[in-house]
């Protein structure tokens, strides 16, 4: 992938890696290792998506407005789409997501979907936890999909908004 189609962006989980192809953002990633690019090399898809992660992480943006380009199964697709209509800040179990797929006995199967999102953060596979509220498997770690389930019940709270 060329230099301008991938942006490497600090933030306060992390260096996120962004990827974008000619259809949108096609991959988000956790990485260790920082590499930079001067700012005019990046492509002006990649800007607009530092400047939404950038006002994600400020708490103040909810929604991504983002072109986004993945492939997957046709069931993995719903799943991710299914992921988008979760709100900012709250939860779904497994099975309420089975259920918005329209395959309620589906959990295993939605999991491993939400385990192959290309997109963390932008389909925010976060906000799905164990049915007893535990936290389970998250791509980046547990300790930040603790992070960003924070960052959206404080955001919710400054905002005056009702939590669950």
Request: aromatic letters at 8%; proline letters at 7%.
């Amino acid at each position: 992938m060329e230099s301008n189609n991938i942006l490497y962006l600090p933030s306060p989980i992390g260096t996120l890696r962004l990827e974008a192809d000619p259809h949108g953002i096609c991959r988000l990633a956790f990485c260790h290792t920082k590499v930079e690019y001067p700012e005019s090399s990046v492509s002006p898809l990649l800007t607009e998506a530092k400047k939404q992660l950038d006002e994600y992480f400020a708490g103040k943006r909810k929604i991504f407005s983002l072109p986004l380009s993945f492939r997957g199964t046709s069931f993995q697709i719903r799943v991710w789409e299914a992921l988008q209509t979760i709100p900012y800040g709250e939860t779904w179990y497994y099975g309420q997501l089975a259920e918005a797929v329209g395959n309620p006995k589906a959990c295993r199967a939605v999991g491993m979907a939400n385990n192959r999102n290309p997109l963390p953060i932008l389909i925010p596979c976060h906000r799905v936890i164990g049915k007893n509220g535990s936290l389970t498997g998250y791509g980046g770690g547990l300790d930040i999909k603790e992070k960003l389930l924070a960052l959206e019940q404080r955001t919710r709270r400054e905002n005056g908004e009702e939590t669950k």
